[in-house]
């Protein structure tokens, strides 16, 4: 009994204090030869009580409570790659409630078991986010709540680390998102959609451009069936076929100056289109009729009925050549929407005139047939038909004749775009753009007037769904 130093016969081990009853009793301190130890209490030669032990293979030090040699109770571990732990442990391994810094200055407050988070907790991540709800074996699965630093939040199922089941999500874009994930995203594959309205006409009066004005709605392909997603910015542009047909358009293709050279647009249906200004008042605006209503004898416009032909709806995977940063093209108004509740619709879609440096080049066989045609009466009502003029630098090309430029759109084969130009992206990713060939044509007195129907099946999978009437917006 007292104080007294023991060294084992394999001299591994050396023992300094306390003793009692020829037993390890009260304060002491066991060494190993390998850089070990342990200094704190003993009860009947057992490491039992308050304590401190450092273990020299892992550099690791826990001060704590001990049962029989062994972390037990509460206690600090102190880890040598960086971090700490302070709470309950069990075996020498984190067990109940615990508070744990990792080496990379990560926080987690709440449940352990064998070591792992596992149960209700929270996390503090060295990027700044935070997350509150269930963990499983050191993975977020469960319920949880994910608020990030971009302002974007997270509620609902978790597994394995990612979002699954149901959930919903606040973007910090405008993009709010209410349905069922996996693995991460939302579920399906969502793409847009151009919709006409079903109560749009096609035909155009005579003399009036601003009834060139269209009705379109954007749908999402998934919406409603497995999730609810609103907030998306849907921007609107447009192009005009480079080589047009004659049996559309007296116009064989628009030369287009030097200083407004445009790469050419790929589309989904087999031909190429330069950017074409077109517009769409912003919701509460007035539209193009009553913009420019009371105005309309003053401006000179070309004396032609048009209608327009829709073609075929398509999509592609890809972003279209020519298009700029954020899905924006040249002499495009940039006329933008949010999409709510899975629609976005833009009301008086109008295809203005060609802008200032695009140069229409006429079919010259068409230019004299139309001619003979315009002084039965015919194509152009009142028999006037639009004059000629050189095209710029002197004199025109042999086989071709140029027009001036007119109030409205050339009847021709158009191509509505939709972008999605959501900043920052919805989860990263941008939805591919969606499509929509238009044709205008010229009216003629013995079609009846033709009204907008479901277009078919395109050849790459999409498919045109209507949509349910609605009445017509008040103008």
Known sequence: SGYGVYVYPNSFFRYEGEWKGGRKHGHGKLLFKDGSYYEGAFVDGEITGEGRRHWAWSGDTFSGQFVLGEPQGHGVMEYKAGGCYEGEVSHGMREGRGFLVDRDGQVYQGSFHDNKRHGPGQMLFKNGDKYDGDWVRD???????????????????????????????????????????????????????????????????????????????????????????????????????YVQLSAYSEVSFFKVDGDNQETLIQTPFGFECIPYPVSSPAAGAPGPRAAKRGAEADVPLPRRDLELDLGALCGQEGTPGGLLAGGHTPHCPGACRRVDQGCAEFTDVLLGPPPPGYHPFLFLDSLHKKAGSRSRGGLYPGGTPPTAQEPPGGSRPEGSATEEQPAAAYPGEYVLMIHDVTTPPFLGRTLPPAFKHLRVVVKRADRPPHVLEEGPEASSGWQAHGCTPEPPAPR
């Open 139 to 241: 993975q977020r699965q469960g319920h949880g709540v994910l608020r990030r630093t971009d302002g974007s939040t997270y509620e609902g199922q978790w597994h394995s680390d990612v979002f699954s089941g149901l959930g919903s999500m606040a973007h910090c874009s405008g993009v709010t998102y209410y349905g069922l994930w996996i693995n991460g995203h939302p579920a399906g594959r969502r793409r847009l959609l151009i919709v006409c309205h079903p109560q749009a006409r096609a035909e155009v009066e005579p003399g009036v451009p601003e009834a060139q004005s269209w009705r379109f709605r954007i749908q999402d392909l998934r919406q409603g069936a497995q999730g609810c997603e609103s907030g998306r910015v849907l921007q609107i542009s447009a192009g005009v076929r």
